[in-house]
């Protein structure tokens, strides 16, 4: 197999179903997708098309049924669940549509967290500059439960990069927020790619979000149905509806 160090995720005819016989539903049909290194992608469609699916089967969340999910060149397809689990502590930022931070840590410690389970010191130093980074400097002793949902998002992400993951998946991110928080998540994950060369895909039903993406992935019935360069919120919103009328023919 060949490897493309510019490529930071490829997953190559990645298929995953679930349940057997008569009642099996194919989430992913055989989804060829390469992220390189220093870019942020989008990932839309229809509901139930397989987004959720795709990102976590590149999390090592979910083993794919057949293909492989390549991180850094390394195929992660058939690791159990221990190296799947290591893989997301080390190598694989996550952020999800409703934070998942620890409700009795402060925000400080919910940024060191992934330092900690892998046995690693908490660097103080390094989870302050994370918390300030996401304008957060002055509310690390707080608990989650004190922050906004905004901020709250802000401390997954600081929490996503602290361990200086190869990509950043996120799911969602700005579901459960209103406009302005939106905005400025969107905004600090945009800072991630162009300050911190970091790469993320970003599942997102808004092409408002995915307008900050440089590039779109379309998804239907678990297959690629198209990408769109350079996108704006008019062309996505366009290229969805039309999505929609191919869903619905
Ligand atoms: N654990 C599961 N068990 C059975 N079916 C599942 C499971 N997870 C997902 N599916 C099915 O796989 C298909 C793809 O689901 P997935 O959640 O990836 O889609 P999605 O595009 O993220 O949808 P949404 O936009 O609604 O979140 C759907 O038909 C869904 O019902």
Redesign the pocket.
């Known amino acids: 197999m060949t490897v493309d160090d510019a490529i930071a995720l490829e997953v190559r005819a990645l298929a995953r179903s ?2 057997a016989g008569a009642g099996s ?1 194919l ?1 992913l049909a055989g989804v060829d997708a390469a992220f390189a290194r220093g870019t942020f992608t989008a990932v839309m ?10 990102l ?1 089967c590149a999390a090592g969340l979910e083993a794919p049924s057949s293909g492989s999910v390549l991180v850094g060149g390394e195929d992660i397809a058939g690791w159990d669940e221990v190296r799947r689990a290591r893989l997301r502590r080390e190598r694989i930022g996550l952020v999800f549509q409703g934070f998942h931070l620890m409700p009795y840590l402060t925000a400080a410690q919910n940024v060191a967290l992934p330092l900690r389970l892998a046995g690693r010191p908490a660097d103080h130093e390094r989870v302050a500059r994370l918390l300030d980074r996401v304008g957060l400097g002055d509310r690390a002793d707080r608990l989650p439960s004190a922050l906004s949902g905004g901020q709250q998002q802000r401390v997954a992400i600081a929490r996503a990069l602290v361990a200086e993951p190869e990509v950043i998946l996120a799911d ?1 991110p700005t579901g459960a927020l209103d406009s302005v928080n939106a905005t400025s998540v969107l905004g600090l994950l945009r800072d991630c790619v162009d300050s911190l060369g970091q790469t993320v895909v970003m ?1 997102t ?1 808004d092409p408002v979000a995915a307008a900050y993406a440089g590039t779109v992935v379309f ?1 239907v019935d ?1 297959r690629v149905v198209g990408r769109m360069a350079q996108p704006t919120a008019e062309s996505v919103a366009g290229q969805l509806s039309r999505l929609d009328e191919l869903v619905a023919a």
């Open positions: 679930y349940g539903v989430a469609g229809p509901s139930g098309s397989g987004k959720s699916t795709l976590a969602e599942v039903h998804l678990g």
